[in-house]
T-cell receptor, first 113, second 111 residues
Framework: DAGVIQSPRHEVTEMGQEVTLRCKPI?????LFWYRQTMMRGLELLIY????????DSGMPEDRFSAKMPNASFSTLKIQPSEPRDSAVYFC???????????FGPGTRLTVT | AQSVSQHNHHVILSEAASLELGCNYS??????LFWYVQYPGQHLQLLLK??????LVKGIKGFEAEFIKSKFSFNLRKPSVQWSDTAEYFC?????????FGPGTSLSVIP
């Protein structure tokens, strides 16, 4: 398996624009996680899915953030409208269950100017 | 609520020094424990994990961790660090259906 795939790897956008981050989990993994990492706040769990269903979105910072998982092999994290404080590295991870280790993707580095 | 704390924010060591990074969690029930490492500019990857059995767990690259249930701790150790161990280290705890990560410890190894 190619591991968790994320795209794009880098995204630079202007404030107010819509940003969509994409993730393809490892085949057969039932859990998918979205994280945000910054120097100030460290690694934050935004939302996670089990079998394509959102289980806990309490980490989503505000209504500007939304995430979907239309099928077992694809998820998106959307920010609309984007703001400079959204600048961070966004990681997607997948796992068989929460009892097993998570496999992280390479991350998307988002810069909002 | 469950929480995970890591004792040190930033550790600086010389090569060949011994390493111990502290991790404590607050949940009193059955837990699964993990240490992840993030090398500069890379994503997190698993170093080692504890599910059950021998509380002394050996991982990759010479790392080990000891689960002490009475102290709610899962400290990471390595007898002799190398420059290539420079990275961010995250402790994580699985409780029920959720994994909680600690804030991370940045390790800098000086050649």
């Amino acid at each position: 398996d190619a591991g968790v795939i994320q795209s794009p790897r880098h995204e630079v956008t202007e404030m107010g624009q819509e940003v969509t981050l994409r993730c393809k989990p490892i085949s057969g993994h039932d859990y998918l996680f979205w994280y945000r990492q910054t120097m100030m706040r460290g690694l934050e769990l935004l939302i996670y899915f089990n079998n394509n269903v959102p289980i806990d979105d309490s980490g989503m910072p505000e209504d500007r953030f939304s995430a979907k998982m239309p099928n077992a092999s694809f998820s998106t994290l959307k920010i609309q409208p984007s703001e400079p404080r959204d600048s961070a590295v966004y990681f997607c991870a997948s796992s068989l269950t929460t009892y097993y280790e998570q496999y992280f993707g390479p991350g998307t580095r988002l810069t909002v100017t | 609520a469950q929480s995970v704390s890591q004792h040190n924010h930033h550790v600086i060591l010389s090569e060949a020094a011994s390493l111990e990074l502290g991790c404590n969690y607050s949940y009193g029930g059955t837990v699964n424990l993990f240490w992840y490492v993030q090398y500069p500019g890379q994503h997190l990857q698993l170093l080692l994990k504890y599910f059950s059995g021998d509380p002394l767990v050996k991982g990759i690259k010479g790392f080990e961790a000891e689960f002490i249930k009475s102290k709610f701790s899962f400290n990471l150790r390595k007898p002799s660090v190398q420059w290539s161990d420079t990275a961010e280290y995250f402790c994580a705890v699985n409780e029920n259906d959720k994994v909680i990560f600690g804030p991370g410890t940045s390790l800098s190894v000086i050649p």
